[in-house]
T-cell receptor
Framework: EPEVTQTPSHQVTQMGQEVILRCVPI?????FYWYRQILGQKVEFLVS????????KSEIFDDQFSVERPDGSNFTLKIRSTKLEDSAMYFC???????????FGSGTRLTVV | GQQLNQSPQSMFIQEGEDVSMNCTSS?????WLWYKQDPGEGPVLLIA?????ELTSNGRLTAQFGITRKDSFLNISASIPSDVGIYFC?????????FGAGTTVTVRA
């Protein structure tokens, strides 16, 4: 079964540092997403990406966040200057089109200290 | 964002029992999805519903897309120990999913 792969599985970073979370979506999927889940809370939408541009973003996705598809396989989320409240599980997801079910990766646990 | 109310928040069930959980929203959704999340893992899609009134099964799971497009339920029949986990409903409009807060299911053997 095709998978969405995320690396690293766990990242610890100091407040104010930049982090890049990496994802390899399923190869024939065209739509890519980032979601986050603060410990014990529900999954929250951050951003959707299609055709090399952001198609929708939430109010959480402010100027500190950016996404990029640097090559034909990777999809990255960058947080420019991390804050303590950025500590969460970050999930990448992809699908063939927005009406289809999403496949999520196993997540990156980001801990900001 | 759009608010989804998922209930119950948690449940303890006996192995072999049927389980039911539901989600309601004040907003209309074009798609309802049900996911299961195990500890330390990402959500795994269980069932996707695309049309109002649709009733869909996946093994022991059955879900329905409410006729008003504002609600959905998930039933698990004859629960087994591996049904333990957190179940999330999610509604989709445009490019994003809005998730419910989850129902934590614990099965007593």
């Amino acid at each position: 079964e095709p998978e969405v792969t995320q690396t690293p599985s766990h990242q610890v970073t100091q407040m104010g540092q930049e982090v890049i979370l990496r994802c390899v979506p399923i190869s024939n999927h065209l739509y890519f997403y980032w979601y986050r889940q603060i410990l014990g809370q529900k999954v929250e939408f951050l951003v959707s990406f299609y055709n090399n541009e952001i198609s929708e973003k939430s109010e959480i996705f402010d100027d500190q966040f950016s996404v990029e598809r640097p090559d034909g396989s990777n999809f990255t989320l960058k947080i420019r200057s991390t804050k303590l409240e950025d500590s969460a599980m970050y999930f990448c997801a992809s699908n063939e089109g927005p009406i289809y079910g999403y496949t999520f990766g196993s997540g990156t646990r980001l801990t900001v200290v | 964002g759009q608010q989804l109310n998922q209930s119950p928040q948690s449940m303890f069930i006996q192995e072999g029992e049927d389980v039911s959980m539901n989600c309601t929203s004040s907003s209309i959704f074009n798609t309802w999805l049900w996911y299961k999340q195990d500890p330390g893992e990402g959500p795994v899609l269980l069932i996707a519903l695309y049309k109002a009134g649709e009733l869909t099964s996946n093994g022991r799971l059955t879900a329905q897309f409410g006729i008003t497009r504002k609600d959905s339920f998930l039933n698990i029949s004859a629960s087994i120990p591996s049904d333990v986990g957190i179940y999330f409903c999610a509604g989709r409009n445009d490019y994003k999913l809005s998730f419910g807060a989850g129902t934590t299911v614990t099965v007593r053997a």
